[in-house]
């Protein structure tokens, strides 16, 4: 007869706050490897707030794709952007970028095995084939790679071993969801290996568009990776990488909060549309990589990174979402890069140097229409300025090009004790193309076949903005750090970092109204100070790392966009603000017995704009952070059941929180209050452990929250969601 084990979440977790111990037997943590500072390490043993995430945990907690890894990270944004499936909104610690227009620095760097992806399209990283993900909180730039001011993602895939290999998985859910996934490995020779892998994620909308009953929020996504890597000897290795992404998703348009112009009344579901657009969306992104490493002797290695990465994006934005052309926004994006990095990583008895060179250059392009129809929006009941409607269009390019050097180094100048140096010097490039004008009627000539076809084109009426401009900006970027290790389990450490972000030019940028936006905007620079402590306490049991970290930001490059007395839109990226964030962050993991684990993520954030300049006035107590809640949490509990025949079941539950959260600087009835997700996985492995299955229930309460938005006002205030209550079964089986 099988023993009944009953489980209760909350009294496991009174206990766990009083000290409680649940053990019979002397349970101990796993070591936790990292490559955060070039170099595999004991995450106990880096003076960096990092989480690293291993790819058992990615699959326990369920997690399908880069954005659900926030719940796992404190103080950590990771969201797909208002209208796709596949571009980034990121934000660390209060930085990140919003706007995902080409022509704009991120914030938050993203990493593939090393290679900066410069663009937040495509940037939605499906899981594939990957070993871990590392999120690094706080200025990057003195260890690899481009600069970031805010944080780093990275997606760190497996390397091969020379065995055949094959796995083969697939997930059946909610919303008709069907994946699959293939990847495999094998040896073609004793020095020369070779894999790839190949997935399909295919999910019916969670809403619909009511005039046409085109999928809302649906996802067709096909993704691909392969690789060459070589072996000549024990010292050298080679890798060869490709990878390519399609999202043929249908666009995400708003849910109205308020009835449309015409008295539109508000749809029942906020996964709803009633757009005019086409359901037509193609995101496409590709890269290629040679990455080699030469270990030259016991103490030094080098190492060279070369990579090529394009990406083209076709979409359909309906501002209104009611089916008039009231503010429609047919777009494409293209861009490429080419980067290339050479490291030389220098290990010695009590120091080691990890320095490099980095070389960026890309272009970033597009266009797109602002069709404005029929209706004054800056006054709608007044006539129409032009009878047959207004149309926008904004095209433009921008040439980047960046060349960094980087060293960052480590003495152990006592027992016990670190000191670590780190410097960057950045000079950033930029060539600017842009052009904004009027046309009279519906859609330019650029997208009027497509989405207003057997219709005349809009007539050009003049250039409202038309210019080519230059800029270079060159920063140094110091990094101070001292650590102390106590004794064998507890080291703490404090660092100071600066981060830097290059200045640029507004493609939306109206010279009409603000002339001043030739001359572009400047970078944006912030200081950080972080105290933090890293620990193994009670034989191993509780591993308690914990960071309290300030940030000055300067310069704040800050979008501002607003109806004109015309009827059309401006835009203006102004180096508005300056402020100040500081907070604390807690990730605990507490082994309660040999089968039960208990995980704590805290994060907690004081932002406060010290200056927010609009109009010529300080408007910054009127202002805070977007995307940058005071408040996040995760509490889960690991339940490992091992059987009699060997296989063992995994039970996780988690709890996550987020605290108010503004979606713009301004207050808005865009913002998202305080909302709280439950979670619930059950993993299944095989006694050969040849095979998984997991049962995965997502926002079990199905809470309704908002994740994105565009605030314009009133009947184009529209907000976009996050996914509903989903079930699914996953599996994967290896040859």
């Known amino acids: 007869m099988r023993k009944t084990i009953k489980f209760n979440p909350i009294a496991v977790g009174v206990m766990l706050a009083c000290g409680a111990s649940l053990s019979h037997a002397d349970p101990?943590?796993?070591?936790?490897?990292?490559?955060?500072?070039?170099?595999?390490?004991?995450?106990?043993?880096?003076?960096?707030?990092?989480t690293a995430i291993s790819s058992d945990q990615l699959m326990q907690n369920g997690v399908s794709d880069l954005t659900d890894v926030q719940k796992l990270s404190p103080n950590t944004t990771l969201q797909a952007s208002r209208g796709t499936n596949s571009t980034l909104t990121a934000f660390i610690r209060g930085i990140g970028q919003q706007d995902p227009l080409w022509g704009f620095e991120p914030g938050v760097g993203i990493y593939i095995d090393d290679v900066y992806i410069a663009r937040p399209q495509g940037a939605v990283l499906d899981i594939l084939d990957v070993e871990r993900v590392e999120v690094l909180r706080g200025p990057q730039g003195t260890l690899y790679g481009k600069n970031t001011i805010g944080g780093a993602v990275k997606y760190v895939t497996k390397k091969m071993t020379g065995d055949t290999e094959v796995n083969i998985g697939g997930t059946l859910g909610s919303y008709n969801q069907r994946d699959i996934k293939v990847a495999a490995s094998t040896a073609i020779s004793e020095t020369v290996n070779i894999g790839g892998a190949i997935?399909?994620?295919?999910?019916?909308?969670?809403?619909?568009?009511?005039?046409?009953?085109?999928?809302?929020?649906?996802?067709?996504?096909?993704?691909?990776?392969?690789?060459v890597e070589w072996n000549p000897s024990d010292t050298v290795w080679v890798r060869l990488a490709g990878d390519k992404t399609i999202d043929e998703s249908a666009p995400k348009h708003g849910y109205r909060l308020v009835e449309g112009l015409a008295g539109e009344p508000v749809l029942n579901s906020v996964y709803d549309t009633e757009s005019n657009m086409p359901a037509e969306n193609l995101v496409e992104t590709s890269g290629m990589s040679l990455?080699?490493?030469?270990?030259?002797?016991?103490?030094?290695?080098?190492?060279?990174?070369?990579?090529?990465?394009?990406?083209?994006?076709?979409?359909?934005?309906?501002?209104d979402s009611v089916n008039r052309p009231d503010f429609d926004v047919p777009a494409y994006y293209e861009d490429d890069q080419t980067t290339q990095e050479f490291q030389l990583i220098w290990e010695g008895d009590n120091a080691d140097l990890v320095s490099g060179l980095y070389y960026y250059t890309g272009t970033a392009a597009g266009a797109f229409d602002a069709v404005l129809g029929y209706v004054n929006l800056n006054d709608p009941e007044a006539e129409p300025t032009l009878p047959v409607g207004l149309t926008q269009q904004v095209a433009g390019s921008v040439d980047t090009t960046s060349l960094s050097a980087?060293?960052?180094?480590?003495?152990?100048?006592?027992?016990?004790?670190?000191?670590?140096?780190?410097?960057?010097?950045?000079?950033?490039?930029?060539?600017?193309?842009?052009?904004?004008?009027?046309?009279?009627?519906?859609?330019?000539?650029t997208f009027a076949g497509k989405y207003n076809p057997g219709q005349p084109a809009a007539i050009f009426l003049g250039a409202l903005t038309d210019y080519e401009n230059s800029d270079s900006w060159g920063q140094f970027t110091p990094h101070v750090g001292l650590d102390y290790q106590i004794d064998d389990d507890t080291m703490v450490y404090a660092t100071y970092s600066a981060g830097f972000k290059s200045g640029g030019f507004d493609m939306r940028g109206d010279a009409s109204v603000l002339p001043s936006t030739v001359d572009g905007f400047d970078p944006e620079t912030v200081d950080t100070y972080e105290l933090g402590v890293k620990s193994d306490l009670f034989s191993n049991r509780l591993r308690l790392n914990a960071a309290a970290f300030r940030a000055d930001y300067n310069d704040m490059q800050v979008t501002v966009q607003q109806f004109t007395p015309g009827g059309g839109f401006s835009s203006a990226v102004l180096n508005a603000g300056e402020a100040r964030i500081q907070g604390l962050e807690l990730e605990a993991t507490l082994a309660m017995t040999d089968n039960l684990l208990a995980n704590l993520t805290l994060g907690l954030a004081d932002t406060e704009f010290l200056e927010f300049i609009s109009g010529g006035v300080d408007v910054s107590d009127e202002r805070d952070m977007q995307n940058t809640p005071d408040t996040t949490a995760m509490f889960q509990l690991n339940y490992s059941m091992v059987m009699d025949n060997g296989a063992e079941l995994v039970f996780l539950p988690t709890v996550s929180y987020r605290a108010d959260t503004q979606i713009f600087?301004?207050?808005?009835?865009?913002?998202?209050?305080?909302?709280?997700?439950?979670?619930?996985?059950?993993?299944y492995y095989s006694p050969s452990g040849d095979w998984n299955m997991?049962?995965?229930?997502k926002n079990l309460a199905d809470k309704e929250y908002r994740i994105a938005g565009y605030g314009f006002g009133g009947a184009f205030d529209t907000g976009f969601y996050g996914a509903?209550?989903?079930?699914?079964?996953?599996?994967?089986?290896?040859?």
Do not use: C
């Open 28 to 50: 101990q943590l796993e070591e936790v490897t990292v490559t955060a500072q070039k170099r595999e390490q004991s995450l106990q043993e880096v003076p960096v707030a990092v």
């Open 199 to 227: 997935a399909s994620f295919q999910r019916d909308g969670f809403g619909e568009n009511v005039r046409t009953g085109e999928d809302q929020y649906n996802k067709d996504v096909l993704s691909g990776r392969f690789a």
């Open 291 to 319: 990455t080699a490493e030469w270990q030259m002797s016991d103490s030094v290695t080098v190492k060279s990174i070369t990579a090529h990465r394009t990406g083209e994006t076709e979409t359909a934005i309906d501002f």
């Open 406 to 445: 980087y060293a960052h180094y480590n003495w152990r100048f006592a027992e016990d004790w670190n000191l670590s140096l780190g410097g960057r010097y950045t000079k950033d490039e930029k060539d600017a193309e842009v052009f904004k004008a009027n046309f009279a009627g519906l859609y330019s000539p």
């Open 665 to 683: 600087e301004t207050p808005s009835i865009l913002d998202q209050e305080a909302y709280t997700l439950v979670d619930m996985t059950a993993t």
């Open 694 to 697: 997991s049962l995965v229930g």
């Open 724 to 735: 509903p209550r989903t079930i699914a079964l996953t599996g994967s089986y290896n040859f």
